[in-house]
């Protein structure tokens, strides 16, 4: 079993940054690919960012990439998600997930935070 608790969303202006955490807790030990994902209202729930728990690899969807930063830090079992450069867009609430697996789809992850909202405005 792994908990993750998300926080640091809020409302913000275009333009601007904000930085999401995640805190793990559980059996982090077992090595899971940790990723982000937002829905926004009416829309399904999409693949952010993700990286991998041991080496450190990341990945990023098109709409994000070079714009937002996701990292760990293994000793303290946080993931962050460093979002820069925003727009009304992406306004929605973000999520921290678990698998066990690489996966960019929301079916193929076991462990769901609560979610924390981002709101843009223009």
């Known amino acids: 079993q792994v908990q993750l608790v998300e926080s640091g969303g809020g409302s913000v202006q275009a333009g601007d940054s904000l930085t999401l955490s995640c805190a793990a807790s559980?059996?982090?030990?077992?090595?899971?690919?940790m990723a982000w994902f937002r829905q926004a209202p009416g829309k399904e729930r999409e693949f952010v960012a993700g990286i991998r728990w041991w080496s450190g690899i990341t990945d990023y969807s098109d709409s994000v990439k070079d714009r937002f930063t996701v990292s760990r830090d293994k000793a303290e079992n946080m993931v962050w998600l460093q979002m820069n450069s925003l727009t009304p867009t992406d306004t929605a609430v973000y999520y921290c997930?678990?698998?066990?697996?690489?996966?960019?789809?929301?079916?193929?992850?076991?462990?769901w935070g609560q979610g924390t909202q981002v709101t843009v405005s223009s």
């Open positions: 559980g059996r982090t030990s077992r090595g899971y690919f």
């Open positions: 997930a678990a698998a066990l697996q690489v996966s960019k789809i929301a079916a193929g992850f076991d462990y």
